[in-house]
């Protein structure tokens, strides 16, 4: 790889002992020795690296052995190869196209920041190969932006914006100023955030748009407390939704009665922020590692490879969708045709650990339930990591858009 694209490569191979697979499976190829490429393509150096970063390529890596160890005749290498986007489109956009066009990557997967993962999309398209988002949230990537090659799955700007703004709402939250995250991310949220509210009889009456990685949000949240309004909602991610809670709390803003939301919170913000800070919060969410016995048994396996710090939904989403990307690619016998496999991953049903039984609808859009969970106060909290209380299971069909109102070109024609 060039040294602009900040790409380092992790490679797992295959083991080839064990059961015997049929003839159409991947083991009985005539190209079993040319390795199944891919490319975790996601922020290892900045405001998302915690919530997505090395923990993400821990998950790939997790589910590839996993995949193997249910499969273990099959001869053909699996690698998985690591890049460094920096949040930056046009890189992320040139580290998809290097690695296709010299490192046979067969499917690119993680991509959080949602200018990255449009961006990518174009180039994954174009060339017939998989894309598999995890870590961006723009809904447009199943709506306007769809396409063929394309697999959305652990949340999307629909699904949080409603989850949240429904509860605020019906708790007394009716007026809101927005803090948006100035890029594709924060305009989706943005809008569907306004959407729900004035659905619901709410209006937002101000807001401002901020950079991304801002360190000092005293300016923004000055202009959201003079607005006297009831709720600020906090529609941005990773560092930018840590800074703004802390200096939300030093200014005094929740002891002066206006409420701080976050439409995004991860468990590592959490961590990060601690009880003290972040108690009370409530905001919607795709997976938590305390749901269930299978969710604490993988986040157990997957918190000591990850220096001891438990998976993030985008994290849990990067090991699911990579896990049913190679039982689909395995169905198929080959990876070569990108949309093949996309198209194959929605007929198989998906069935995993972290997120349990569920489908993936024709526009890439994937179901299951979402969550709404209230950060616990610091007594409440029994155990590390033991941050959440579950407030409400919202079924997929209450919390993913519509596959009609999502205008997705590509199932017109």
């Not at 040294?3 to 083991?27: H, N, T």
């Not at 990537?141 to 700007?157: E, F, Q, R």
Request: proline share 4%; net charge positive; glycine share 10%.
């Amino acid at each position: 790889m060039g040294r602009s694209f900040a790409i380092s490569r992790r490679r797992l191979l295959a083991g080839a002992a064990g059961l015997a697979v049929g003839m159409g499976s991947l083991a009985a190829r005539a190209d079993d020795n040319i390795p199944l490429r891919l490319g975790v393509l996601t922020d290892m150096s900045s405001l998302y690296a915690d919530v997505t970063g090395p923990g993400s390529v821990i998950a790939a890596k997790m589910a590839v052995e996993d995949f193997q160890a249910a499969t273990p005749k099959m001869k053909r290498p699996i690698e998985v190869l690591t890049g460094d986007h920096m949040n930056k489109a046009d890189l992320g956009a040139n580290i998809a196209r290097e690695w296709i066009d010299r490192s046979g990557v067969d499917a690119v997967i993680d991509v959080p920041n949602s200018a990255v993962a449009l961006a990518v999309r174009n180039v994954v398209q174009q060339n017939n190969k998989a894309l598999i988002v995890s870590g961006a949230s723009s809904s447009d990537l199943t709506g306007k932006a769809c396409s063929p090659n394309l697999v959305h799955w652990s949340y999307d700007t629909y699904a949080l914006s409603s989850g949240t703004a429904r509860a605020v709402v019906a708790a007394g939250g009716k007026t809101w100023f927005t803090l948006t995250a100035d890029y594709a991310f924060g305009h989706a949220m943005e809008a569907e955030v306004k959407n729900v509210v004035s659905k619901l009889g709410g209006s937002v009456v101000g807001g401002v748009r901020t950079p991304i990685n801002t360190q000092d949000f005293s300016s923004f949240l000055l202009q959201a407390q003079s607005s006297k309004a009831q709720i600020i909602g906090l529609i941005n991610a990773g560092g930018d939704t840590i800074n703004s809670i802390k200096q939300s709390v030093e200014f005094g803003i929740p002891q002066g009665g206006q409420r701080v939301v976050a439409t995004v919170l991860y468990l590592s913000d959490v961590h990060a922020l601690g009880l003290k800070v972040a108690q009370g919060l409530q905001f919607t969410e795709a997976f938590y590692w305390d749901i269930n016995d299978e969710t604490r048994a993988w986040a157990k396996r997957f918190a000591p490879r990850n220096n001891g710090r438990y998976p993030t939904a985008m994290q849990a989403g990067v090991y699911a969708a990579t896990l049913h990307y190679l039982k689909a690619a395995d169905a198929l016998s080959s990876t070569s045709d990108g949309k093949a496999v996309v198209q194959e991953m929605k007929k198989l049903p998906t069935d995993d650990p972290l997120f349990g039984k569920g489908s993936i609808r024709a526009d890439g859009r994937k179901l299951h339930n979402m969550y709404l969970f209230e950060v616990k106060k610091p007594d409440e909290s029994k155990y590390p990591w033991d941050y959440y209380r579950l407030i409400k299971t919202i079924p997929p069909g209450e919390a993913f858009r519509p596959l009609e109102e999502g205008g997705c070109d590509f199932l017109k024609s």
